[in-house]
T-cell receptor, first 112, second 116 residues
Framework: GEDVEQSLFLSVREGDSSVINCTYT??????LYWYKQEPGAGLQLLTY?????DMKQDQRLTVLLNKKDKHLSLRIADTQTGDSAIYFC????????????FGSGTRLQVQP | EPEVTQTPSHQVTQMGQEVILRCVPI?????FYWYRQILGQKVEFLVS????????KSEIFDDQFSVERPDGSNFTLKIRSTKLEDSAMYFC??????????????FGPGTRLTVL
C-alpha cells in the first residue's frame, strides 16, 4: 500500500529558512499536500502541488517535487515563531480514490 | 472564512457504549470524510461519503462504525460499541467536487474520544 515518511523533528532559528522533507511510495500519486497542525487545533491546508509540476511558490512557502525520487519538500522562508507546529505531507492517489495518506508529521520548533 | 466544525471537542465514554461524533462540513462541499489519529500515530483515513452513500472506506471502518447525513448540514460518525483502542482524535473533513482529481480537504478541529 501507499506509505508516506517524514523526519520527526526540525529546529530552526527565527528568520532562517526551514525545509521539511517527505518521501512517498505511490507512483500514481496525482496531488500532494502540506497541512499544518497547531497545538489543540485541526489540520490546516497550507498548499498542494500537482504531480506534473516541479515547483510551486505561495508567498513564504515553496514546494519542490522530485517525482523520479518520490521526494517532496516544503520550504518556509523567514521562519517565524508562529510557524512552530507539526507539518504533515499527504498524498492523494489516482482520481478514482479520494482518501489522503498522511506522513507521521514533522514537528517544527522555531527558536527566537 | 467558512470552516468545518465538530462537536463535542472531547467525549469520554465507557467501553461498550455507543458514541456519535458530529460534524458540520463547509456548506457548498459535497464530499465528506472521517479520519482518526491515535496518540503518537499517523492520521488514518476511515471513510468518505458522497451523494448520501459511502464512496470509500478503509479496513479500520468495520461493522461497528457507521456514518450518516441526517439533514442538510450535519455529518455524523457513530461507533456502536466502543473499545479501548477506539480512543483517538477523530477529524471530519470536507471537499468540493472538482475535476482532474484535485481533492483539497478542509479539516475540522477534531473530537478527542477517550474510552475508559
Amino acid at each position: 500500500g501507499e506509505d508516506v515518511e517524514q523526519s520527526l523533528f526540525l529546529s530552526v532559528r527565527e528568520g532562517d529558512s526551514s525545509v521539511i522533507n517527505c518521501t512517498y511510495t505511490d507512483s500514481s500519486s496525482t496531488y500532494l499536500y502540506w497541512y499544518k497542525q497547531e497545538p489543540g487545533a485541526g489540520l490546516q491546508l497550507l498548499t498542494y502541488i500537482f504531480s506534473n509540476m516541479d515547483m510551486k511558490q505561495d508567498q513564504r512557502l515553496t514546494v519542490l517535487l522530485n517525482k523520479k525520487d518520490k521526494h517532496l519538500s516544503l520550504r518556509i522562508a523567514d521562519t517565524q515563531t508562529g510557524d512552530s507546529a507539526i507539518y504533515f505531507c499527504a498524498e492523494s492517489p489516482d482520481t478514482g480514490r479520494r482518501a489522503l495518506t498522511f506522513g507521521s508529521g514533522t514537528r517544527l520548533q522555531v527558536q527566537p | 472564512e467558512p470552516e468545518v466544525t465538530q462537536t463535542p471537542s472531547h467525549q469520554v465514554t465507557q467501553m461498550g457504549q455507543e458514541v456519535i461524533l458530529r460534524c458540520v462540513p463547509i456548506s457548498n462541499h459535497l464530499y465528506f470524510y472521517w479520519y482518526r489519529q491515535i496518540l503518537g500515530q499517523k492520521v488514518e483515513f476511515l471513510v468518505s461519503f458522497y451523494n448520501n452513500e459511502i464512496s470509500e472506506k478503509s479496513e479500520i471502518f468495520d461493522d461497528q462504525f457507521s456514518v450518516e447525513r441526517p439533514d442538510g448540514s450535519n455529518f455524523t460518525l457513530k461507533i456502536r460499541s466502543t473499545k479501548l483502542e477506539d480512543s483517538a482524535m477523530y477529524f471530519c473533513a470536507s471537499s468540493e467536487v472538482r475535476l482532474a482529481g484535485r481533492n483539497e480537504q478542509f479539516f475540522g478541529p477534531g473530537t478527542r474520544l477517550t474510552v475508559l
